[in-house]
């Protein structure tokens, strides 16, 4: 019997939409919620465990099987169970992949079933409201320490701004949400909720790494971000669908990495500088965040921020490392096909002055960009990234960013 039983959850497995994981969507689940009825990969389960008095959870294959449990199980289904607990979700609420950082996961679970945050939209106020203050821990540009800094992030003024002082009347920094992004770095930051937010001042990027202990704090900043960006763009493309809207409102980084670059004449030594791909704008710094981060190349993740009260401890220690520079040491843009960018695999054969074997050469109209990569994956890495970009289409708003660049002293 407890075979046969076993046997009916793995069938189970065969109806549409039990086939992926019901959170992440990571493809064949090999574990249950039974008292959720929904399919569940290995990743998923761990965060279940988490909310016992919610979730409990048995392996398909491994577990025995009570008849009361496959008929619950027959009876829901990652399809109805999703149609019950994901009935609300705001179009701007971001739905999290097997890719995506621990932190995401967890919350989207928690608010889920944990919260019903989307079976109860009163719920989802922290994030939806279009008005959010607190404090956040926040990199140091000069001595790298993390310092608690107070945030407002305003739809109606269109911004997010951080106090030095939470009784300052005017903030040290306004990043307007037309040019905001915020993503999940906790590898680069050395937290499990950092979050790094890039914005433009006088059309360089700038970025700011901020953090804090509470998890759903920290996803709440975050999906309100991405709220004031949805109804942001709203407003600016009146035509547009959410469908549109939405792969707008934040984005990973195409790649990061060091490599080694050149300067203008391409006769100087080649020098070690990290990247960071942000869709067409490749910047260099001297330094990631911190040393202790993984070496090579670092896959792009959501990022993360925190309201609650409290200032905790001011002056909290930062992690070990030199802070990245607040503002990239050089960008270069990089357009389409169509209008005269390439990237060619290799160098030209008189360089010289590079250590690492596997070369890259960005053509741009005005120039060309020597760069050279430690070791093969990491070349083919960088190359699909560029070459995604080089074969993509500017858009209008593109070119008036390409102008800036060609003009800048």
Same mark, same amino acid.
């Given at each position: 019997m407890a075979k046969e039983r076993r046997r009916a959850v793995l069938e189970l497995l065969q109806r549409? /939409?039990?086939a992926h994981c019901a959170d992440c969507g990571a493809p064949d689940p090999d574990w249950a919620s039974y008292t959720l009825g929904v399919f569940i990969c290995l990743s998923c389960s761990g965060i279940h465990r988490n909310i016992p008095q919610v979730s409990k959870v048995k392996s398909v294959r491994? @577990?025995?099987?009570?008849?009361p449990q496959v008929e619950f199980m027959?009876? !829901?289904g990652n399809s109805a169970a999703r149609a019950v607990f994901e009935s609300r979700v705001p179009p701007f609420y971001y739905r999290p992949s097997a890719s995506d950082c621990q932190l995401l996961r967890e919350q989207w679970i !928690?608010?889920?079933?944990? !919260?019903?945050?989307f079976t109860h939209p009163e719920r989802q106020e922290p994030y939806s409201a279009g008005y959010r203050e607190g404090f956040l821990w926040k990199r140091g540009r000069d001595n790298g320490q993390f310092l608690s800094r107070k945030f407002v992030l305003t739809e109606r003024e269109g911004a997010l701004k951080y106090f030095n002082r939470? @009784?300052?009347? %005017?903030?040290?920094?306004?990043?307007?949400?037309e040019h905001l992004n915020a993503t999940f770095q906790p590898a680069k930051i050395g937290h499990p909720h950092g979050l790094q937010v890039t914005y433009l001042k006088d059309n360089s990027t700038r970025n700011i790494f901020v953090y804090h202990e509470d998890g759903k704090e920290m996803v709440d900043w975050f999906n309100a971000l991405r709220a004031a960006r949805f109804h942001y763009l709203q407003v600016a493309f009146p035509g547009a669908s959410d469908a549109d809207l939405v792969p707008k409102l934040s984005r990973n980084y195409l790649q990061e990495g060091y490599m080694?670059?050149? /300067?203008?004449?391409q006769t100087e030594g080649f020098r070690k500088r990290w990247f960071t791909m942000d869709d067409r704008r490749l910047m260099y710094f001297k330094d990631p965040l911190v040393r202790t981060a993984a070496p090579g190349l670092l896959g792009g993740r959501r990022g993360c921020l925190r309201d609650g009260g409290g200032r905790g401890r001011p002056g909290a220690a930062a992690q070990p490392g030199r802070p990245q520079d607040a503002f990239a040491r050089g960008e270069v843009f990089i357009g389409s096909r169509e209008s005269g960018y390439t990237v060619l695999d290799g160098l030209p054969p008189s360089t010289q002055g590079h250590h690492w074997p596997h070369g890259i050469t960005i053509v741009t109209p005005e120039r060309r960009f020597l760069l050279a990569c430690e070791t093969e994956p990491e070349q083919r890495a960088w190359m699909e990234?560029? !070459?995604?970009v080089v074969d993509r289409p500017m858009l209008?708003?593109?070119?008036?960013? %390409?102008?800036h660049f060609k003009h800048k002293p």
């Open positions: 549409p /939409g039990n491994l @577990d025995t099987w009570e008849e027959a009876s !829901r !928690r608010a889920k079933y944990e !919260r019903q945050e939470s @009784d300052a009347k %005017e903030p040290k920094a306004v990043m307007k949400i080694e670059k050149t /300067g203008p004449k990234a560029f !070459r995604k209008p708003q593109e070119y008036a960013v %390409e102008a």
